[in-house]
């Protein structure tokens, strides 16, 4: 009974992937799956601005540049930025303060550039012309999602993390203030009764910084789908969450059956030791 039915199923094909990247050590991460993927027997195309950094030609993609209004030194100067901002040792309300003005530039920067992807007239015709099997892509910018909604295509999440716990609230994964450490709070999901006062305020702080994050994104969501709609909707629509976390360098969290923990992925190769 089960021979019949094996010959009756067709093997599994190579699809055809569109990959929309965010720049700096996110692209790093993205271009090892990309490799296997190219080894699978997967077409790729990779999708970037002009002002590309670390993106590059490759034998395993297909290269395909738009251009944007902003120049790379520009770019190379916000990315450098990020580091020192995030992880000092600054009173909170201080890092508080200097990351919410990284929000604000980089907000401007990114959606200038996706204004620039989803209004180029030619790229959306070769997109919508390609038959596209899924976009691959990295929802901290969340212009693939935009695309990916707008041509009805399956989107699979690259990721570590998204500001505001976005993508948790957006998977309707739990997420209680009490338990999970919100993003730069330096938690651990072991709190004292302070502790978790403390990640409880950042909490409710992170509803004022995360509009002023993403609220350049939502508005130009909704004028390009011709609909309202928010981040956490947006990315609701994922297919697969590929999450670059592992519970043993992090800490345990309830999760949504479409997400998987890749932490391993940035893990370099490394020879055996020598007896």
Known sequence: LLLPLL??????????????????????SMREVLAELSKRGHEIVVLAPDNKILIDSSDIYDLKTYPVPIKKEE????????????FSEDPFLIR???????????????????RSLLYNKEVMKYIQGSKFDAIFTDPFNPCGQIIAVHFSIPSVFFMRGVPCNIDIQAAQSPDPPS???????????HMTFSQRVKNFL??????FSCSVAFSPFEELASEFLRRPVTMTQLLSHGSVWLKRLDFAF????????NMVFIGGINC????????
């Open 7 to 28: 010959c009756c199923l067709s093997p599994a094909s190579a699809g055809k992937l569109l990959v929309i990247p965010m720049e700096g050590s996110h692209w790093l």
């Open 75 to 86: 770019m190379e100067a916000l990315i450098r930025s990020f580091g020192p901002r995030c």
């Open 96 to 114: 508080f303060w200097n990351v919410l003005k990284y929000f604000r530039k980089s907000a401007s920067l990114f959606e200038a550039t996706c």
């Open 179 to 189: 338990y999970v450490p919100r993003m730069f709070s330096l938690l651990t999901d």
């Open 202 to 207: 950042i909490f409710l702080s992170e509803s």
């Open 250 to 257: 992090d800490y345990p969290m309830p999760v949504m059956p």
């Open 268 to 275: 370099g190769h490394k020879k055996a030791l020598s007896e």
